[in-house]
């Protein structure tokens, strides 16, 4: 009796709070809605459940406490667990809707190397919950797994140079059709080249899509040499530090002033950091005239769509990273 009416009391509690979640805020953030869902159901059982053996302890005085504690968990739990199954087919039905009516929002962040895609693309994943997608960073995996691409990139990034427009595009075609790109994301270091931007246009158009937003980083080049040559990154979660602007917690200097490279080291998970291959200031020189002599004519190309935004990246990490928020909500 008692296990049907917390079931009751529960389902309708939950049906109550999500329609009220849906209508009142429909961008709140579902699991954490759920969450607390399920936890306020849990108590509310638990509640019931004691004051239900309250009465029957009145009533009986011989109620064994651990029978009745363990009945109060479990009223609990299930409790719980029926609010959870609930909101999670709710949760489920919503994305289904939102793929099927809501166009991706596909932003791409556009500045030279060093101008700080990598290091603001996180902030607005962290703000909008869209992955970025760095073809560098592909790229780069696939060298160190040695994959035929790899293989064949190896070099010519060594040297600052370009891959193949057929070689990222078909990279790039792959990685968004995978699931945590459904509700869009952020392309970092793609496209570079006008042929690329257009190979993109194509890929999207058939799905009725097209490029939301164009971030570019507006940066003087007299900064870019320092900023790279300084920069020292973290492999597996892309962090990147910067030994005079963004130093990490452990860096020792030595008798010249310069980084003891054995105490570069992540602050979050303590392994070491690396600096690239191609972070020189003779591969930088390259890497800059193509930026400017094929990458910037791609602005070009997506102004007339006013969907291009210029952020002054000279400036602090945080500074910048205020105007690219606001600049997400323009
Ligand atoms: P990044 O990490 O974006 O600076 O990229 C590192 C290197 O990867 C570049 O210097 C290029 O050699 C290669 N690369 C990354 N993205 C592209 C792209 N869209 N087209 C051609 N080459 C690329």
């Not at 999500?18 to 159901?41: C, D, E, L, M, Y």
């Not at 972070?279 to 190309?301: C, F, M, N, Q, W």
């Not at 997506?302 to 600049?327: C, F, M, Q, W």
């Amino acid at each position: 009796m008692w296990q049907q009416g917390a079931r009751r009391f529960s389902a309708r509690f939950c049906r109550r709070f999500s329609s009220t979640i849906a209508t009142s805020a429909p961008g709140v953030n579902t699991r954490v809605a759920a969450t607390t869902v399920a936890t306020v159901s849990a108590a509310s059982g638990g509640l019931w459940l004691a004051s239900r053996q309250q009465e029957s302890k009145s009533a009986r005085c011989d109620a064994d406490p651990v029978a009745l504690g363990a009945a109060a968990l479990g009223g609990a739990a299930l409790g719980a667990g029926a609010c959870w199954y609930h909101l999670n087919g709710q949760i489920k039905a919503e994305k289904e809707r939102r793929s099927k009516y809501w166009p991706r929002k596909i932003m791409m962040l556009f500045g030279a190397p060093g101008a700080g895609k990598g290091t603001q693309g996180p902030k607005i994943t962290e703000e909008l919950g869209l992955p970025q997608l760095s073809t560098g960073d592909m790229l780069r995996e696939a060298v160190a797994a040695g994959t035929p691409v790899g293989k064949q990139a190896k070099a010519v990034m060594e040297s600052g140079g370009l891959v193949s427009d057929d070689i990222v595009i078909g990279i790039i075609s792959e990685r968004i059709k995978q699931d945590d790109c459904s509700d869009g994301f952020i392309l970092d270091g793609f496209p570079r080249t006008l042929e690329q931007a257009k190979a993109l246009d194509k890929l999207l158009t058939v799905s009725g899509e097209s490029v939301s937003l164009v971030m570019a980083f507006d940066v003087d080049g007299s900064i870019l040499e320092e900023r790279i040559c300084g920069r020292w990154m973290h492999k597996s979660s892309g962090r990147s530090y910067h030994v005079k602007y963004a130093p990490p917690r452990a860096m020792k200097l030595d008798a010249n002033g310069k980084p003891i490279p054995s105490t570069m080291k992540d602050d979050q998970t303590g392994e070491p950091l690396f600096q690239r291959s191609d972070d020189t200031a003779e591969a930088l020189s390259k890497r800059l005239k193509s930026y400017y002599g094929t990458t910037v004519p791609i602005l070009d190309h997506y102004a007339p769509h006013g969907i291009v935004k210029k952020v002054d990246g000279g400036r602090s990490i945080g500074e910048v990273t205020n105007s690219v928020l606001a600049a997400l909500k323009m």
